[in-house]
């Protein structure tokens, strides 16, 4: 897709059959290989041009996780670049430490773990530096810490911290560039938590949370989805699901400080459906008044811009091919 921020015109550039569905895609740190996730398996794409991929590797995740599938994929922007995979679903979640070859692509799984009974990771985080790695554990309604080994890549297990309340669920994690505050998407109460990182361990400590719906609505209809840093890491987005077709999610956004604490809640809008099982949010690469927001419930891309103190929809692009979308990706 190309995204013209002057005409505001969304278009489709290509559709690219692949040999599997992808859970999630990320970028590489030379934007030169796309991460994926799909049933069984990570694997990497070339990146030809702005309109072409070409799947150069996959591998088959490791791991004694009945059940349980790749889910979530992350890749580090310093040597070794390591990627970091987690699967979800079965008894519990496993953890794949993936090397790379000098051109990005996936090259052997170099270390393999599970989280323990009843674990259930949904999204990953590196800190700043590639010093440790933050796991979300949606099912075991907790968050872990990883040290990284700066040499090879490979995970030592630091700390695990239980949400504040019982049914929090921690789905999805992001941590602000200067490494000071991480925030967290609790799925199950459907709130932006902000927790403080202590600058010698790394470890996280619980500060506040703040709401994803409107006063009133039942939690048990919502679920909170995704959490992403803009541009320039002054503002916070994150959204909300709706369990209800009938029933629109819910788009947010927060202002942080130059340290990365929130300091209010712009606004609280809805977004044009359920989003289903998506409404994940990407902010542009290349300014903070852009968003991309994928849909999985009619099967399209919008672009939303803050406008006026707010955010609206500029661009749909419908793509309704039976399998959009789970997130989305800015490549240039």
């Known amino acids: 897709m190309a995204f013209d921020d002057e005409t505001m015109a969304l278009t489709l550039l290509n559709n690219i059959t692949t040999e599997s569905d ?4 990320t970028l590489d740190h030379q ?3 796309l991460y994926a996730t799909s049933e069984t398996s990570w694997s ?3 990146i030809e041009d702005s309109k072409s991929l070409r799947r150069d590797k996959s591998l088959n ?18 040597f070794p670049y390591t990627v970091y995979g987690v699967t979800y679903g079965g008894n519990k979640s496993c953890g794949n430490v993936l090397s790379v070859d000098e051109s990005g692509s996936l090259s052997q799984i170099i270390q393999a773990f599970d989280y323990g009974p009843s674990s259930g990771v949904h999204g990953l985080a590196l800190g700043p530096g590639s010093e440790v790695l933050y796991s979300a554990d949606d099912s075991g309604n907790a968050i872990w810490t ?11 297990y630091l700390d695990r911290i239980v949400a504040p309340t019982s049914g929090s669920d921690p789905r999805h994690i992001a941590v602000h560039p200067k490494g000071k505050f991480a925030y967290v998407i609790f799925e199950g109460t459907n709130r932006l938590a902000l927790y403080k990182i202590d600058p010698d361990t790394k470890r996280l ?11 009133g609505y039942p939690t048990s209809k919502y679920m909170a989805d995704e959490v992403a840093l803009s541009y320039s890491a002054s503002y916070i987005w994150a959204t909300t699901r709706s369990t209800r077709s009938n029933h629109t999610g819910y788009i947010s956004a927060f202002e942080a400080s130059s340290d990365g604490d929130i300091l209010s809640q712009l606004f609280l809008d809805p ?21 991309a927001l994928t849909d999985s ?18 661009a749909t692009l419908n793509l309704q091919d039976g399998g959009c979308c789970a997130n989305a990706v800015w490549l240039d």
Request: glycine share 8%.
């Open 22 to 25: 992808h859970f999630w895609i």
């Open 31 to 33: 934007k030169k290989r």
């Open 44 to 46: 990497s794409y070339v």
């Open 61 to 78: 995740f490791q791991g004694n996780c009945s059940g349980s599938q790749p889910i979530f994929v992350e890749g580090s922007s310093l």
């Open 146 to 156: 990883h040290t990284v080994n700066p040499k090879n890549g490979q995970l030592q």
């Open 205 to 215: 400590a619980y500060s506040k949370s703040f709401s994803l719906l409107p006063n």
């Open 271 to 291: 977004t044009t459906t359920s989003g289903a099982m998506s409404n994940a949010v990407a902010p542009s690469t290349f300014s903070d008044n852009f968003v």
């Open 297 to 314: 419930e009619k099967g399209f891309v919008q672009i939303w811009k803050f406008v006026n103190g707010s955010t609206e929809v500029v």
